[in-house]
């Protein structure tokens, strides 16, 4: 429990309003797996139209990103998350309403800036806003919004598919055209609700204390620090941010030298082998992968809402546990976990044994140890390694390569089903997902209880190690 219950509150409620940033992320990303096949009809989408409908988010994203950091580092990360949330309103209103595929992949495209920010920032402002000790648990919240934002965009989908056929709105209004006539405008237009939420909901939470900090505004960084604090600890807060800045330039350069080189190559790699580990071809070809085991599984209970409750559910083990056990236990766990059931996958495929439940719990183990491992604990542990000055361009550099691996993984999951076969898919999905044991080992530190702070003075203290010469004897 914590020391002070209001304290803990008005933290649950800040980082919850920033978490829907990752709702925003999960429903925008899993909708088209309703929608494209509708749009593909109605606009009679050549293969590479249709291609480009889809991935044009990803593009989308991966400018999105590349723009945050330094946008938040200059600007602030709320006033960039409103930007996020007005870009992802404009894109699901703007969806729903045009009438040529050209101004529908132009919204798309807006969607993915928005998704592309809020990758980004969301996470990263919850990492400067908690303090040490709830630090894992607050940026998990924002792992537990995207998935139930996945999951929330199969049962909507679900749900306006079923109504779309029943003709309970006037032929002439436009719930009629949206839903019956045009059921796809409603399943993107269905976005607006939670964008207009998550926009309202942010003109109520304050700036990131830390980022205050770096702009000499100590009276309200302090007061802020104080509402998630007691009087002590909070002085203690102030006074290592600001000795953190003693020796920072604030540019990108000091990624580079030999202090934050190690976090750079953390920050970088572990979210590129969080999405080649094959998370998102299960998310997204889940059902494809089940039907060629034989499976039947029932309309809004089928395939992806099986894998997105599994998703949701076992992201709460990571949020009770990633402040108890440690970044390092879990990813070691849930990593380990994740290669046994894609290596037992893949013999179940090549030695045909596709009746019975076997491959399904299998996925769905996969699916668990995702849940309460890579998808959290790397957005944990890229918010918190980086130096505060730099800390939002050092993320969008980590949130990027995520993107890139996001792009290849998406391009190459449907070639590698047809031509190596299911087998051979999760086996590369395996052998990809290997180095992550060998990087949790040697390379990531445990940053259970540390303060931001801390964990700079810990790369800088490794560092002097590694610089100074042996003693003679």
């Given amino acids: 429990m914590h020391k002070n219950p209001s304290h803990f509150k008005y933290l649950v409620l800040i980082c919850t309003i920033a978490a829907l940033g990752g709702f925003l992320f999960g429903f925008d990303t899993a909708v088209i797996s309703g929608v494209v096949g509708f749009v593909k009809e109605e606009f009679s989408m050549s293969a590479a139209l249709e291609g480009w409908f889809v991935s044009c988010a990803l593009l989308g994203c991966i400018i999105g990103v590349t723009a945050a950091g330094k946008l938040s580092d200059s600007y602030g990360r709320k006033k960039i998350l409103l930007l996020s949330a007005i870009l992802f309103t404009v894109s699901a209103i703007g969806c729903m309403l045009v009438k040529s595929e050209f101004l529908l992949i132009s919204f798309r495209f807006v969607g993915g800036l928005g998704i592309g920010v809020a990758s980004m920032v969301s996470p990263l402002y919850i990492s400067e806003f908690s303090p040490a000790r709830l630090r894992g648990r607050m940026v998990t919240l924002y792992q537990l919004a995207i998935t139930i934002g996945i999951l929330c965009a199969y049962f909507s989908n679900a749900t306006l598919l079923k109504y779309s056929g029943q003709h309970i709105f006037s032929s002439t209004g436009f719930l009629h055209w949206i839903v019956n006539a045009h059921v796809w405008r409603s399943m993107l237009g269905m976005g607006s609700i939670p964008a207009l939420v998550f926009l309202i909901c942010l003109f109520f939470i304050p700036e990131s204390p830390r980022w205050l900090l770096m702009r000499k505004q100590e009276n309200k960084a302090r007061e802020l620090l104080g509402k998630v604090n007691d009087e002590k600890t909070t002085a203690k807060e102030v006074l290592a941010i600001k000795e953190s800045f003693v020796n920072e330039k604030g540019n990108l350069k000091e990624l580079l030298s030999p202090v934050y080189r190690i976090a750079l190559v953390v920050g970088i790699l572990l979210p590129f082998l969080s999405q080649v580990s094959g998370i998102n071809a299960i998310i997204y ?189």
Avoid at 300 to 316: K, L, M, P
Avoid at 335 to 362: E, M, Q, R
Avoid at 399 to 414: K, R
Wanted: glycine letters at 10%.
């Fill in 285 to 473: 070809y889940g059902p494809r992968i089940l039907d060629e085991a034989g499976f039947t599984l029932g309309h809004a209970f089928g395939g992806q809402v099986t894998i997105g409750i599994v998703n949701v559910v076992f992201t709460f083990v990571a949020i009770f546990t990633v402040d108890k056990w440690g970044r390092r236990p879990l990813l070691l766990l849930g990593v380990s976990l994740a290669i046994a059931a894609l290596v037992t996958i893949g013999i179940f495929f090549k030695l045909h044994i596709v009746s019975g439940p076997w491959i399904l719990l299998f996925i769905l183990l996969y699916i668990a140890s995702f849940a309460f491992s890579f998808g959290p604990v790397c957005w944990v542990i890229i918010g918190e390694i980086f130096p505060t000055a730099i800390r939002g361009r050092a993320m969008a550099l980590g949130t990027l390569s995520l993107w890139i691996a996001n792009f290849f993984i998406g391009q190459l999951t449907p070639m590698m089903l047809d031509g190596i076969g299911p087998a051979g898919t999760f086996w590369i999905f395996a052998v990809l997902c290997s180095p992550t044991i060998w990087l949790v080992w040697k390379l990531i530190p445990e940053t259970k209880g540390r303060s931001l702070e801390e964990i700079e003075k810990y790369w800088k203290h490794k560092s002097q190690q590694q610089n100074t010469p042996p003693v003679e004897a």
